[in-house]
């Protein structure tokens, strides 16, 4: 099992930024992935960022430019610094560890935390 623990949300204006973190415990080094989903406002979840155990991102195409994930392997942590925010940018924020093989894929979840940019 992981446990996956958010943090650092809040309410910012236009133009600012948030860094998110996610500190994750349990079993961690099986995990091949790790990132940030959000879910707007009476939509449906969506990924942000994505980094592998390698170290490579992706990102989606809205947030290029804008946001960076990176990982602290020594603290088990995993941030998203998200910069030049918008209004739409508004949604709960959830931390997500992938364990994947050839036969299956495992999701695991933190509890999400609110981001809201006000125009």
């Known amino acids: 099992q992981v446990q996956l623990v958010e943090s650092g949300g809040g309410l910012v204006q236009a133009g600012g930024s948030l860094r998110l973190s996610c500190a994750a415990s349990?079993?961690?080094?099986?995990?091949?992935?790790m990132g940030w989903y959000r879910q707007p406002p009476g939509k449906q979840r969506e990924l942000v960022a994505v980094?592998?155990?390698?170290?490579?991102?992706n990102y989606a195409d809205s947030v290029k430019g804008r946001f960076i994930i990176s990982g602290d392997n020594a603290k088990n942590t995993v941030y998203l610094q998200m910069n030049s925010l918008k209004p739409e940018d508004t949604a709960v924020y959830y931390c997500?560890?992938?364990?994947?093989?050839?036969?299956?894929?495992?999701?695991?979840w933190g509890q999400g935390t609110q981001v809201t940019v006000s125009s």
């Open positions: 980094i592998t155990t390698g170290g490579r991102t």
């Open positions: 997500n560890a992938v364990r994947s093989d050839t036969y299956a894929r495992y999701d695991y």
């Open positions: 349990g079993s961690i080094f099986s995990m091949n992935a």
